[in-house]
């Protein structure tokens, strides 16, 4: 069974910059579309960057087009998502998340996810 391990969280100031990874066992990564989503306290998970299997194609939610960027290295089995101008209201804990076999970039049917990483954005 496949698994994802996110790391790269923590506390950072508003304005302030993290990197999250997320580390894919097994051989098939390159197969499959990942994404990033979220969910802060209270509210629903949501999708924010998702890319495809070459990386060729990414998407983003408009909360964080401009601020976030997706990539992968399909040799190290590692999905990254860089966060700039962080504010406040990105604090969530940040999910890795795999998307369909050979598709895409998808905002739905993520079928395998991570343990999750804990960001918190101070004011």
């Known amino acids: 069974q496949v698994q994802l391990v996110e790391s790269g969280g923590g506390l950072v100031q508003t304005g302030g910059s993290l990197r999250l990874s997320c580390v894919a066992s097994?051989?098939?990564?390159?197969?499959?579309?990942m994404g990033w989503f979220r969910q802060a306290p209270g509210k629903e998970r949501e999708f924010i960057a998702g890319i495809s299997r070459s990386g060729s194609d990414t998407d983003y939610a408009d909360s964080v087009k401009g601020r976030f960027t997706i990539s992968r290295d399909n040799v190290k089995n590692t999905v990254y998502l860089q966060m700039n101008s962080l504010k406040p209201e990105d604090t969530a804990v940040y999910y890795c998340?795999?998307?369909?076999w050979g598709a895409g970039v998808v905002r739905a049917e993520y079928d395998i996810w991570g343990q999750g990483t804990q960001v918190t954005v101070s004011s």
């Open positions: 998340a795999r998307g369909p």
């Open positions: 097994g051989r098939t990564f390159s197969m499959y579309s």
